[in-house]
């Protein structure tokens, strides 16, 4: 089993990956195209990326059988269970479930507002390649 655990603030979104207790990967990345959008919209962004590292991640390990995604926003959860989103993010959360359904294994979806991945969500959690800063 795996626990995928996504996070927002204002500016960044994070997405941490653990198994067997052990962080195996982690994202950061700036919301700019959403500074000024609900937080919603941020919301979605943030899971269609956890999406994305989940599904690489198990096209490598293929031997994960069960993944629980963790995230702060209880409203997107609530839209995940039900199938149905309100219609402003169709859109982005149509886009979502067609990700998760590419995910071959069993899943569920928790309520954290403390989830892991908030302590990497800002700008200290954004790691730079060490050629980059030369």
Do not use: Q
């Amino acid at each position: 089993m795996i626990t995928v655990s996504f996070g927002f603030t204002k500016d960044y979104c994070a997405v941490v990956l653990i198994r067997d207790g052990k962080m195996e990967k982690n994202i950061t990345s700036r919301l700019r195209e959403y500074d000024n959008n609900s937080t919603f919209l941020r919301a979605l962004e943030c899971m269609r990326r956890a999406m994305n590292l989940t599904k690489f991640y198990i096209d490598e390990n293929p031997d994960v059988d069960e993944i629980v995604f963790e995230c702060n926003n209880n409203t997107v959860i609530n839209w995940v269970k039900r199938g149905y989103s309100k219609d402003e993010y169709d859109d982005l959360f149509f886009e979502c479930l067609l990700k998760l359904h590419e995910i071959p294994v069993k899943y569920s979806f928790k309520h954290n507002p403390k989830t892991v991945a908030l302590k990497y969500a800002n700008k200290n959690g954004i790691r730079e390649d060490k050629l980059e800063r030369l």
